[in-house]
C-alpha cells in the first residue's frame, strides 16, 4: 500500500436534523474521528467542513488535526500512540451509542500495536453501549485486532478523505449515503450493477467478510493480529498504487500461508492505481485472473470498494450473500 497523497487529522461531527439524519437511531448523535495516522493538511480543512456543513452535520475537534502537518515528531503520525489511544478509549467510555469515522488510512496505525491494545479498549468498554468504528486503508489493522469485541460494529468504509472537494460531489453523497445507509439497517451493500464474477462457473458464496487492505493484511501475517480464517469467511482485498507484480507477490504471500484455501470465498475490491509505473502488461487484472485459476473457490470484484472514488460501507464479521446479484446483508444491523 502506497502512502495516500492527502493527510487528516481528528475531530468529532454532531448530527443533526437534516437530509442525511439517521432517523432510525435517535439516540445517535455524535460521529467521533480519529486520526490514527497522519496530520490533516490545512487545505482540507474548509473543504471538508464545508460539505459536511451543507448535509447539517456539525464538526468538533477532538485533537489538533493539523498538528505535526509536514513534520516527523511523531514519524507518520499527527499526535503520539498514547494520545491517540487516550482518544479512542475515551470514545469507547461514551454512555451511548456512536459512530467513530476513521480520518483516514495512510501510516502510523502501527504505533498503537501493544500487548495492552485490546485489554485497554475491553476495559474502556466494559459496561458501555455498543460502538460502531469505521474506515478503510491502514484502518485495516485496527478492523482486523478489534474482531473480538463484540461490542464494537466493525465497518469497512469511507474516511474524512472520501469527502475532500477533488470528489465530485455525486460520489462525495454515496459515500456517505451508503454508510447511513446500513446504520439504518440497508441490506443492500453493492448492487448488482457494481459486481461480478471473476469465474461464473464457480456460484455464488454466503459467510462474513473480513480483511480490507491486501498490504496490510500481508503485514500482519504471523503476528497475533491477524483475522481468523475460516471457511465460513469471504476475505474482501483492495489496495491502491501498488505495482501488479507487489499485488502478485502479496497473494502468494496469502496462498503460502494458507489463508485462500481456508476461505468460503474472495471479494476484490479497487486496485486504484495499482499498474506498471509506464503502463507495461500485465495489468492488474491480468494477475488476479491468472493467479485466482488455480483456487477453487468464488472469485467476484467491485470497483466500489476501497481506494477508487467509490467506497461503499461493508460491515466485517456479518453474514452476507455475496453473488452477481449484489452483496446483501443476510439480516439488518442491530446496533
Same mark, same amino acid.
Given at each position: ?123 474502556? #468498554?466494559? /459496561?458501555? %453501549? ?10 485495516? =489493522? *485496527?478492523?482486523? +485486532?478489534? $474482531? ?71 503485514? #500482519?501475517? /504471523?503476528? %497475533? ?10 476475505? =474482501? *482485498?483492495?489496495? +491502491?498504487? $501498488? ?93
Amino acid at each position: 500500500m502506497s502512502p495516500e497523497p492527502c493527510a487528516i487529522g481528528a475531530y468529532s461531527i454532531l448530527l443533526e436534523t437534516g437530509a442525511f439524519f439517521v432517523s432510525q437511531f435517535p439516540s445517535f448523535q455524535k460521529v467521533s474521528v480519529l486520526a490514527t495516522s497522519s496530520a490533516l493538511s490545512p487545505n482540507l480543512k474548509s473543504e471538508v467542513e464545508g460539505y459536511l456543513s451543507s448535509h447539517e452535520l456539525k464538526i468538533s475537534y477532538l485533537l489538533n488535526p493539523y498538528k505535526g502537518y509536514g513534520n516527523d515528531e511523531h514519524l507518520f503520525a499527527a499526535h503520539s500512540a498514547d494520545e491517540r489511544l487516550r482518544a479512542m478509549e475515551g470514545f469507547l467510555t461514551l454512555n451511548e451509542t456512536g459512530l467513530f469515522l476513521a480520518a483516514r488510512g495512510g501510516a502510523g496505525a502501527y504505533d498503537l500495536l501493544s500487548p495492552q491494545l485490546l485489554s485497554r479498549m475491553e476495559v474502556a #468498554l466494559k /459496561g458501555k %453501549p455498543g460502538k460502531i468504528l469505521c474506515g478503510y486503508s491502514d484502518f485495516t =489493522l *485496527l478492523l482486523s +485486532v478489534f $474482531e473480538s469485541l463484540e461490542s464494537l460494529t466493525l465497518i469497512h468504509g469511507p474516511a474524512l478523505l472520501g469527502f475532500r472537494a477533488e470528489l465530485p460531489l455525486e460520489v462525495r453523497d454515496q459515500n456517505l449515503q451508503s454508510l447511513l445507509d446500513v446504520l439504518r439497517g440497508g441490506t443492500l451493500l453493492v448492487p448488482d450493477s457494481e459486481i461480478e464474477a471473476v469465474f461464473p462457473d464457480r456460484g455464488n458464496v454466503e459467510g462474513e467478510v473480513f480483511g480490507g487492505n491486501l498490504s496490510v493484511l500481508c503485514s #500482519l501475517l /504471523g503476528t %497475533p493480529y491477524f483475522p481468523k480464517i475460516s471457511k465460513k469467511r469471504i476475505l =474482501l *482485498l483492495e489496495d +491502491v498504487g $501498488e505495482a501488479p507484480h507487489k499485488i502478485h507477490r502479496h497473494l502468494s504471500h496469502l496462498r503460502a500461508a494458507s489463508v485462500f484455501s481456508n476461505v468460503s470465498g474472495v471479494l476484490l475490491g479497487s486496485f486504484y492505481g495499482c499498474h506498471h509505473p509506464e503502463k507495461k502488461p500485465p495489468s492488474t487484472l491480468d494477475v488476479i485472473k491468472r493467479f485466482f485459476e488455480t483456487e477453487a473457490i468464488p472469485v467476484f470484484r467491485t470497483e466500489s470498494i476501497g481506494h477508487g472514488p467509490i467506497n461503499r460501507s461493508i460491515p466485517l464479521y456479518r453474514k452476507v450473500q455475496l453473488s452477481e446479484e449484489g452483496l446483501h446483508l443476510d439480516s439488518p444491523l442491530r446496533l
